[in-house]
């Protein structure tokens, strides 16, 4: 057996290692901590039809208004447009702090999207609400559904900061 093989084999095995990893990591590791997060998921993507019905670019805000610089209030993002398909946002802010976020449109045609999209939004949500800002960390495998996200969810802060 010559030493070419032999590289060969073993760089092969090392890559379906590696692809394996990254596949647990994308697809099973997040489902098993994020469980309650992608039922959540479900339930508000069915009502988000009528959620943007009825808002448009931001409803009405409170008056109240804290340090953080953010209105009370419901605020949709703009609705960002991927290679995929749209992405928008909306958050709620109550005492000054974001304390819901709901994806009113995501990429969801095919069912690769809607796989990556599955297991992406819930992350993202979650890193928003700890983050209270749009500075969150990238699922890997779904830059395309980041981009949106981060560039809808800014628009929706900066209109609480705005009000």
Request: aromatic share 4%.
């Amino acid at each position: 057996m010559s030493a070419r093989k032999v590289i060969t084999g073993v760089l092969a095995v090392g890559t379906t290692i590696a692809i394996a990893i990254d596949g647990y990591l994308l697809f099973l590791k997040p489902e098993q901590e994020n469980t309650a997060s992608s039922t959540a998921l479900s339930a508000e993507t069915s009502s988000s039809s009528s959620t943007a019905a009825s808002s448009s670019a931001s409803s009405a805000a409170s008056s109240s208004s804290t340090s953080s610089g953010l209105k009370d209030g419901t605020y949709s993002g703009k609705s960002v447009s991927t290679q995929w398909g749209e992405v928008q946002v909306q958050i709620k802010v109550s005492g000054g702090k974001i304390t819901a976020v709901n994806v009113l449109k995501y990429p969801s045609d095919n069912d690769h999207s809607q796989s990556i999209n599955d297991q992406a939004l819930p992350i993202y949500k979650e890193e928003a609400l700890k983050a209270q800002s749009a500075n969150i960390q990238q699922v890997s495998g779904a830059t395309v559904t980041y981009e949106g996200f981060t560039s809808s969810l800014q628009n929706a802060i900066t209109q609480a900061k705005e009000s």
